[in-house]
């Protein structure tokens, strides 16, 4: 692989990275929690998983965030 062609390849790999990292704040933000205080955003985040173990209780968040997602758009 020619030097050009990793440099274009880590390029897109961060621009794809960024975007993601927008992404997970713009919900962040959709969720009301623009202004909350990080170590909590972080300690809801790892409760969630957590919880999300339970496949109802998986079931349930999805169901609320498209619930969410679906109010946004209309």
């Known amino acids: 692989m020619t030097e050009l062609k990793r440099t274009s390849d ?6 794809a990275e960024t975007r993601h990292k927008i992404e997970l704040g713009g919900l962040v933000v959709k969720a009301g929690l623009g202004d909350a205080d990080k170590a909590f955003i972080l300690g809801l985040l790892i409760e969630g998983l957590e919880q999300s173990a ?8 999805r ?6 997602f679906n109010a946004s758009s209309s």
């Not at 880590?10 to 621009?15: D, K, T």
């Not at 339970?54 to 968040?61: A, F, H, I």
């Not at 169901?63 to 969410?68: I, N, S, T, W």
């Open 10 to 15: 880590a390029r897109s790999r961060r621009a």
């Open 54 to 61: 339970d496949p109802e209780t998986k079931t349930r968040m």
């Open 63 to 68: 169901f609320r965030g498209q619930r969410a």
